[in-house]
Structures are given as structure tokens and as C-alpha cells.
């Protein structure tokens, strides 16, 4: 949409990081770090829309969070490491660690789509977030 509402040039790179949930956010940040550490005096735009299907109305409360936390809405960032942009900077990238515990039953299991015990659907937090 960016692209082509600003008829960006055609060697623009696009990565779609849809599916992977309130996860993509930090991936998609850590990947343009990445990118912008190798590709001098570059700009980086990270958008996100979110998009939430799972309204929670019943009463348990380890599934009445994520109403508060995944709701409808966007935004963009625009990252840069241009030298001549350091002045216009609101924050420094210093440091940023990504971390995969997929392994771990628990922490695997900590956000799941289920039914409460009336029957009503939604996204249950566990401790183990």
C-alpha cells in the first residue's frame, strides 16, 4: 500500500510478516535493524494493522486481558541510519535481543485460543508469558 501510494521506486524491498500474531512487531523492528546495519544511508518503514477477530465477552479474567491488550489499529515507525537524520530522532536503536522458547510446553502454551467453561471463545494468558 506504501509503496504504491507513493510510487516508490521498483527495487523497493517488502517483507510481509502477516500470521505470527503480536510476535511480528518485534521481529519485524529487529529485521530492519538488520537490514539497515548492512545497507548505508538507507530508511527503513515498519507498518503494522492489527486486526483482531477474538472479542472476549465472558468472565474469566486470564482471557479478559487480551481485550485490552490486541484491539483494532496501526502504526508506522520510520527508522534510519543516515547520518544527516540523527538531529530529527526521537530514539537510538542500542540494543535489541530476540528470544525463542518454543521449546519450553509451557511457555509454548502460554497464549492459546480457547473456550472458557461456558462455552465462550477466546485468547487465554498464562503466567508462563
Not at 21 to 45: F, Q, T, Y
Not at 76 to 86: G, Q
Request: hydrophobic residues 35%; glycine residues 6%.
Amino acid at each position: 500500500m506504501i509503496i504504491n501510494k507513493y510510487k516508490l521506486r521498483s527495487n523497493i524491498k517488502n517483507f510481509n510478516l502477516s500470521g505470527m500474531g503480536c510476535s511480528k512487531g518485534l521481529i519485524s523492528v529487529d529485521l530492519a535493524h538488520d537490514l539497515l546495519e548492512v545497507h548505508p544511508n538507507s530508511n527503513a518503514v515498519v507498518s503494522t494493522e492489527i486486526n483482531t477477530p477474538n472479542i472476549y465477552n465472558g468472565n474469566d479474567r486470564s482471557m479478559l486481558l487480551t481485550n485490552c491488550l490486541f484491539k483494532m489499529g496501526r502504526g508506522v515507525i520510520l527508522l534510519s541510519n543516515r547520518w544527516t537524520d540523527r538531529w530529527r530522532s526521537k530514539y537510538k536503536s542500542v540494543h535489541l535481543v530476540r528470544t525463542h522458547r518454543g521449546d519450553d510446553a509451557k511457555s509454548y502454551r502460554c497464549v492459546q485460543q480457547i473456550e472458557d467453561s461456558e462455552g465462550i471463545l477466546g485468547i487465554s494468558l498464562s503466567i508462563d508469558l
